[in-house]
């Protein structure tokens, strides 16, 4: 049984920082791969980054998060961060881990499993 549990999610000032985590179990990440994603109120759920493992490790972000997100993992203990820096309140919402399974990671709606996720505010 495929489980991902977010956690790390708060109330930062903007241009502050957060590290979201990923914790999966279930899974191989070298069949996978994994994303985060993120939601506001009344918006649709937007891709935030991608890291595919079957495919080497390659890592993809969404435009409004280029240059001050990063992906990263801890095969070893089957972990995903999100490193948020520059935090603005348009960061505001909540931010889902996904799998796709050899997939790209980057579109919600092919994703195989989907965390809870945790909420993240920006104050201004």
């Known amino acids: 049984q495929v489980q991902l549990v977010e956690s790390g999610g708060g109330l930062v000032q903007a241009g502050g920082s957060l590290r979201l985590s990923c914790a999966a179990s279930g899974l191989t990440f070298s069949n996978y791969a994994m994303g985060w994603f993120r939601q506001a109120p009344g918006k649709e759920r937007e891709f935030v980054a991608a890291i595919i493992y079957w495919s080497g490790g390659n890592t993809y972000y969404g435009d409004s998060v280029k240059g001050r997100f990063t992906i990263s993992s801890d095969n070893a203990k089957n972990m995903v961060y999100l490193q948020m820096n520059s935090l603005k309140p348009e960061d505001t919402a909540v931010y889902y881990c996904?799998?796709?399974?050899?997939?790209?990671?980057?579109?919600?709606?092919?994703?195989?499993?989907w965390g809870k996720g945790t909420l993240v505010t920006v104050s201004s």
């Open positions: 996904a799998a796709d399974r050899y997939g790209l990671g980057n579109d919600y709606r092919n994703m195989d499993y």
